[in-house]
């Protein structure tokens, strides 16, 4: 990733901004967010990362539930054998 100038009249070359850059070209950042992930750095290190709601959505969507991951787990029906330890209860907190 390349640093860009910190003069916000600077537009970045590629998918990194400096934050002064980001701020003063907020709009513009969101454009450019449309077309793929936008990265904002503060003193010279990612710091932020600004994607499209469209792809915000497609990442943190859920893709099943923990019954049907566990289901299908490659362990089911594997006949473990399991040892469950004995030990005594630990006391109650206060």
């Given at each position: 990733?390349?640093?860009h100038?910190t003069?916000?009249?600077?537009p970045?070359?590629?998918?990194?901004?400096?934050l002064?850059?980001?701020k003063?070209?907020?709009?513009e950042?969101?454009d450019r967010?449309?077309?793929?992930?936008?990265v904002?750095?503060?003193?010279?290190?990612p710091?932020a990362v600004?994607v499209?709601?469209?792809e915000?959505a497609?990442?943190t969507a859920?893709?099943?539930t923990?019954a049907e991951?566990?289901?299908?787990?490659?362990l089911?029906?594997a006949?473990?054998?399991?040892?469950r330890?004995?030990?005594?209860p630990r006391?109650?907190m206060?």
């Open positions: 990733m390349a640093d100038s003069a916000p009249d600077t970045p070359i590629n998918d990194t901004w400096t002064a850059n980001a003063a070209r907020l709009s950042l969101v967010a449309q077309t793929g992930p936008q904002i750095t503060r003193h010279g290190k710091n600004v499209s709601a469209q915000w497609r990442k859920r893709k099943g923990l991951f566990l289901l299908a787990s490659p089911r029906g006949d473990l054998e399991l040892d330890v004995h030990d005594t006391d109650e206060p």
